[in-house]
């Protein structure tokens, strides 16, 4: 992102780590603009916790892939608790689930140095 570090008190994304090539680079580059004080707040697709949803946000991946008219190429089986975890960095603030587990609301903070 074009901004120097520590630019902004939050940061909101909206559906769209589902789409990205490397949304755990996204992840951290929201995390280096955001003040040590501010917010990450996140919502997007996610696939659910329990297994039958999941199978089927798995299966509908595979079809959306060759479904981008309908899809807009947003992939149903994105983990992003799994993302931020794999960005580091964050502290989960609060998550919410919605749509049956298939959309997931998150605030992070960034981690501060211990």
């Known amino acids: 992102l074009p901004f120097g ?3 902004f008190d939050a940061v909101v994304e909206t559906f769209s780590l589902c789409v990205l090539d490397d949304p755990i680079a996204a992840l951290r580059e929201m995390r280096r603009v955001v003040r ?3 917010r990450v707040v996140l919502l997007d697709n996610s ?3 329990d297994a039958l949803r999941g199978a089927l946000a798995d299966a509908t991946a595979l079809v959306g892939s060759r479904a981008d008219a309908v ?3 947003c992939r149903a089986d994105v983990d992003v608790p799994r993302l931020v975890a ?4 964050f502290d989960v603030v609060a998550q ?3 749509g049956g587990g298939f959309f ?3 605030v992070l903070r960034p981690r501060r140095p211990e």
């Open 96 to 98: 919410e689930n919605f």
């Open 5 to 7: 570090d520590a630019s």
């Open 71 to 73: 899809t807009k190429q």
């Open 104 to 106: 997931k609301a998150l």
């Open 47 to 49: 696939r659910p916790d």
């Open 36 to 38: 040590p004080d501010g």
């Open 86 to 89: 794999a960005a580091g960095g």
